[in-house]
């Protein structure tokens, strides 16, 4: 499957961005992570048939959901922070679980990322 990520941008701490990722396909499991240079890449959130997962810092903050008829992932980002500064990448597992998986080595495909950049 082939994906596109885009809307990034730079906002001011404490505003939103949504974020959007295209699926060449219907796809079931699906994740955003981020990464800053010189760090690993991280997971943020995560989606399954039957299970939603987040990372701890953007708990109540970022919302995951897709839009099966459009093959389309988002992440909704509020109150954005200067910490929340990175690359997003969304990425797809051919394999649809029960649960979220947070190890970036289990997915299949990943869009080439969208610069997120929250300023002080």
């Known amino acids: 499957v082939q994906l596109q990520a885009y809307g990034g941008g730079l906002v001011q701490a404490g505003g939103s961005l949504r974020l959007s990722c295209a699926t060449s396909r219907r796809t079931y499991d699906m994740a955003w992570f981020r990464q800053v240079p010189t760090k690993e890449r991280e997971f943020v959130a995560g989606i399954t048939r039957s299970d939603q997962s987040y990372t701890d810092s953007v708990k109540g903050r970022f919302t995951m959901y897709r839009d099966g008829v459009r093959n389309m992932i988002y992440l909704q980002m509020r109150s954005l922070k200067p910490e929340d500064t990175a690359v997003y990448y969304c990425?797809?597992?051919?394999?649809?679980?029960?649960?979220?998986?947070?190890?970036?080595?289990?997915?299949?495909?990943w869009g080439q990322g969208t610069q997120v950049t929250v300023s002080s």
């Open positions: 990425a797809a597992s051919r394999t649809a679980r029960s649960s979220v998986e947070v190890v970036e080595n289990e997915y299949d495909s």
